[in-house]
């Protein structure tokens, strides 16, 4: 019986162990990409929250898949120890990586971006700026007549005879 349950906490502390490795590598990944995305303070701001909101209902449901939502000092270890591997271990070794997926998902970022909003620019471009300019040509047309001393306006408005 002790057996079993000791094999059940080893199991419990190790998947916590993937857990909090899991979580390191995204954080390191997170921060990869803030930096070279070049992110504003707000941008940071933004992702850290979003982060920590995501990280956190993660490891809510974690806790409720692996131990039932119990939270024993077992598991906290085992998330610890993953956290601590990582990064002692694995932070050098993977940053090239996380850089390569970082620069990887700005790019298709971009793609997507530029494919989205290439409709929008095209119907500004031919659309918009074209109407504008007959916009501003027909209010200089309509200035150059009031100066004239025809006052369009006020002929029309003018209710007195």
Known sequence: MSQTLLGQQLLQMLQMALFG???FFSAHLKQTLASCGKWSFKGKMAGDFFFCLVWGILLW???LTISGGLVRNYIVFGAL???VVYQKFCHRLLAKPCLLIAKT???IWSKTCFVLLLPWQLC???FWVPCGKIFYKFLSERQELDEEGENIIENENNFST
């Open 105 to 107: 998902f700005i790019f």
């Open 21 to 23: 490795w899991c979580l």
């Open 81 to 83: 120890v993953g956290c």
């Open 61 to 63: 449901l974690a806790l």
């Open 124 to 126: 500004h471009r031919f």
